[in-house]
């Protein structure tokens, strides 16, 4: 009855085997991103104007990866911080002074630091924003401290040239603070991942934010004549490299110990993950953005992180990632790559490469060469070191950096609490309720924004699916055969399909394609004597009488398939990416079945197969209809609130996080792009993935959609005493209904 197919003969966990393959298709997609992101560019050498007017479509295309993207407050002057203790005024000698300042960025958000500033009989030759590592602190470059060899304090030193400088606080590596106390919530998660989670998911990110500290202070220092120039190390060099990248009024930048190959991205830690990046940017791209502006890089050590801080005392759920010292292979052909771009603006002397003999930051050379971009000649650059009086014992550092760590996360959930009229904007406001057709019609560009902004577009099937199936079951109703299909080359899916015993020659019936959850494996549904929260209702159905189709999602084999989705998210997919097309290979093979009814085939997935049961059938139209089992609810509210047990926030599932979805598309918006086919949605009311409140919250969105089509009948939810499982009550009587198929007597 299978007509086409040929023997399966792979063995072993076909299930990991699907993962494997997988990982190596997008690693193939990070090497082809390099020759791929030419076509995004369009650069005009003809002058230097033409050049930066050339690229600002993709310098607006970086501030928007890096969620940089949010008006600043004005500002016209620094704030020196002092207490009843302890006056503003750290240090000075002869040429300057050192003060703690904070200025405004947002209304919640201030930058805070030091301010280095010349004396008045010392004239101010340059402005210059230096950036720290996130784990060294500003006292620590400026001198204050004797933490760093005199050599790296290269704040201090350009301070001794007659520069005026800033040198903002970075948020750390720490975990100190990482969770909400008043919860019982707290994580080993870095507390730059803790921020960027909640930032991801609403189109924002921790490198975005420090870049608008440092924008502010360019904003006030562009108030004066003398020029602005940003320097930075380690976390402190990526963001100094994205904010001259992004504002052409930093004149001069020098980037220490981060730049380099960018290919393997996936590696450092989650709070480097840029959405897309290196579909458009490598290091070197993003050094064409500063082109022809002087750029100098410097080899030294990066800074060198295992891992996440440890488990510990119940503290988990952070991200693995490391940083190594860039390798100097890696920094020199990036480099090249950058130098090609000023070249051909005759600009070649603007880039300069240069290594400390020490291997420490700040070397003379790259401080005289920052300075003479900037238009500093002849700048004498000082090496002495002297610990002037200073209250810094005093200082509380750990205060700071827990007050800058939360205004960060009242930042984002001021955005969260946003997102709702956000949505409104981007979504509802665009669409037409007044029929079917309208509604669909007006669907169509959020459709599309759907999979190519926010799930990722990867290319479609490449090659013929070649069919191989084996028996595997034979219960009295049903046999059961596993199935798999290529995708792409050397990709495969699998799944398992039940088909009836009583089919007749010719008789075409309706299809539901069953999907687990985390972890599971479509066997789970599928065999009657495995006794799990599936309750075998792919089983259920076959004796139903239904044709049943069980595929294998990816999200298994805990961290080897969160690292697709972290190789995916930089050349601009997700996992999701290649699940949908996975399962456009299995529907198009569906329909060629001569006992299927291509237009009956519904999809009901428990959990992550619910989250499936969301995305995949809003953008399939060969899926009928959808029931999301045991995961639909307030998801936005779910992945960045700081509030709520019930967030992840708090876990491990560091892959749930999709950029600017916040903004974008709630369940209540992906249930709009499957109408008006029928929905549904389970809900047991112990089910620990929300409460009940924000799943009825979120339902009441689609039920009104559907009544305002005048199709309120195609859309319900069952609330059931029941936990995280399926119930297989209301939901078998809707693909009845719905799939056209009668119920057993």
């Avoid at 998660?189 to 360019?218: C, D, T």
């Avoid at 991205?265 to 290196?278: K, S």
């Avoid at 859309?715 to 297989?728: A, L, M, Y």
Wanted: hydrophobic share 40%.
């Amino acid at each position: 009855m299978l007509h086409g197919t040929i023997p399966l003969t792979l063995d072993g966990d076909l299930a990991a085997q699907m993962v494997e393959v997988l990982d190596g298709y997008v690693s193939r997609a990070i090497t082809d991103s390099v020759e791929g992101r030419t076509e995004l560019w369009n650069r005009d050498y003809s002058s230097h104007n033409a050049y930066t007017e050339s690229v600002e479509p993709n310098r607006a295309s970086l501030r928007k990866r890096i969620g940089c993207l949010d008006p600043r407050l004005p500002i016209e002057e620094l704030t020196y911080i002092a207490t009843t203790k302890a006056s503003a005024l750290l240090t000075e000698d002869e040429n300057y002074t050192t003060s703690r300042v904070r200025w405004q960025v947002f209304d919640e958000v201030e930058g805070e630091g030091l301010l280095l500033e010349p004396k008045h009989d010392v004239p101010i030759t340059a402005q210059i924003i230096a950036l720290p590592d996130a784990d060294w602190t500003p006292e620590m470059i400026a001198g204050v401290t004797d933490e760093l060899p005199a050599s790296a304090q290269f704040a201090r030193r350009l301070a001794k040239t007659g520069c005026r400088v800033v040198v903002p606080l970075l948020i750390n590596r720490d975990d100190t603070y990482s969770g909400n106390p008043t919860l019982g919530a707290m994580t080993n998660q870095p507390h730059r991942e803790f921020i960027y989670r909640m930032a991801f998911e609403l189109g924002r990110n921790i490198i975005g934010y420090e870049v608008q500290k440092v924008l502010s202070l360019v904003d006030w220092m562009s108030q004066s004549d003398a020029p602005v120039g940003v320097i930075g190390y380690g976390e402190g060099g990526l963001i100094a490299l994205y904010s001259a990248a992004v504002d052409t009024r930093i004149q001069a930048t020098a980037v220490s110990g981060y730049f380099q190959s960018r290919q393997e991205v996936w590696r450092e830690p989650i709070y480097r993950n840029v959405w897309g990046l290196l579909h458009e940017f490598g290091d070197a791209e993003i050094a064409s953005l500063i082109a022809p502006r002087p750029l100098v890089i410097e080899t030294s050590r990066g800074p060198e992180v295992a891992g996440p801080p440890s488990v510990r005392d119940g503290r988990g759920g952070a991200a693995p990632g490391q940083l190594v010292s860039p390798p100097i292979h890696a920094v020199e052909s990036e480099f090249e790559k950058a130098h090609g771009f000023y070249q051909m603006l005759d600009s070649g002397d603007a880039l300069r490469l240069v290594s400390p003999v020490d291997g420490l930051p700040g070397s003379e050379d790259a401080l005289t060469a920052l300075l003479t971009g900037l238009g500093v000649e002849s700048a004498h650059i000082d090496s002495h070191y002297q610990l002037s009086s200073s209250t810094v014992n005093d200082f509380d550092y750990g205060a700071r950096q827990q007050r800058q760590f939360m205004q960060l996360v009242n930042l984002s959930q001021r955005f969260l609490r946003e997102a709702a009229s956000r949505r409104q904007q981007f979504f509802w406001d665009k669409t037409d309720t007044s029929s079917l057709a309208q509604w669909e019609e007006t669907c169509t560009d959020a459709k599309a924004y759907f999979w190519d902004e926010v799930i990722g577009r990867c290319p479609p099937p490449d090659v013929p699916a070649n069919p191989r199936t084996r028996l595997i079951y034979d219960e009295p109703l049903w046999k059961g055969y596993e199935v798999v299909l290529d995708v792409w080359k050397d990709v495969f899916a699998y799944g398992i399909l039940l088909l009836p015993n009583d089919l007749q020659p010719g008789e075409q019936r309706p299809v539901v394609v069953c999907q687990h959850g985390l972890e599971g494996r479509p066997q789970d549904t599928a065999d009657p004597r495995i006794e799990s929260v599936y309750h075998s209702y792919a089983a259920q159905l076959a004796d139903r009488g239904f044709v049943v189709y069980a595929p294998q999602n990816p999200y298994i084999g805990v961290d080897a398939f969160r690292v697709i989705q972290r190789k995916a998210n930089p050349v601009k997919w997700s996992l999701f990416s290649l699940i949908i097309r996975q399962h456009e290979r299995t529907l198009d093979w569906l329909a060629e079945q001569s006992f299927v009814d291509a237009d009956r085939i519904g999809f009901y997935g428990l959990s992550y197969g619910g989250k499936t049961a969301m995305r995949v059938p809003a953008l399939l139209e060969g899926y009928a209809c959808s029931i999301c089992s045991a995961d639909f609810n307030e998801w936005i509210v779910k992945n960045a609130t700081y509030h709520s047990r019930y967030s992840y926030m708090f876990t491990g599932e560091y892959e749930m996080p999709e950029f600017d979805l916040g903004n974008t598309f709630n369940y209540g918006e992906m249930a709009g792009l499957i109408a008006p086919r029928p929905f549904m949605v389970e809900r047991g009311h112990d089910d620990g993935v929300a409460p009940d409140e924000w799943v009825a919250h979120e339902f009441a969105v689609v039920r009104r959609l559907y009544v305002r089509l005048g199709i309120a009948d195609r859309t319900e939810i069952e609330f059931f005493d029941g936990g995280h499982q399926i119930n297989s009550d209301k939901t078998f009587q809707f693909l009845h209904r719905h799939l056209d198929w009668p119920e057993p007597q």
